[in-house]
Nanobody, 126 residues
Framework: QVQLVESGGGLVQTGGSLRLTCAAS????????VGWFRQAPGKERDFVAA????????VYADSVKGRFSVSRDNTKATVYLQMNSLKPEDTAVYYC???????????????????WGQGTQVTVSS
């Protein structure tokens, strides 16, 4: 089983940037994709971005294309989410998740992910 720990959240003004980190430990070789999701109060958990563990493919939600970038450092078993040009509507708890099937990367569905981190709060002030 892999364990995931997110960090890097915080309070930022509109137009600012944050970089979230998802550090994986344990049986990382069992997983082939990592996704980022977010959940605002009273709303469902939404897909943000995903990357295959090899880094060969990335997928983004339309709402973050051109502003967010997902990357990984396999030497550190870490996945990053660089968030630029942040907007108040980006405010949410951000979660990273690992999937044993790379199909989850393309499906953009939280149901296909097997392991989740505890989340990190991102707040964008107007």
């Amino acid at each position: 089983q892999v364990q995931l720990v997110e960090s890097g959240g915080g309070l930022v003004q509109t137009g600012g940037s944050l970089r979230l980190t998802c550090a994986a430990s344990g049986s990382t070789f069992s997983y082939d994709g990592v996704g980022w999701f977010r959940q605002a109060p009273g709303k469902e958990r939404d897909f943000v971005a995903a990357i295959t563990w090899s880094g060969s493919d990335t997928v983004y939600a339309d709402s973050v294309k051109g502003r967010f970038s997902v990357s990984r450092d396999n030497t550190k078993a870490t996945v990053y989410l660089q968030m630029n040009s942040l907007k108040p509507e980006d405010t949410a708890v951000y979660y990273c998740a690992a999937a044993s099937s790379r199909l989850a990367v393309y499906a953009k569905s939280a149901r296909l992910y097997d392991v989740w981190g505890q989340g990190t709060q991102v707040t964008v002030s107007s």
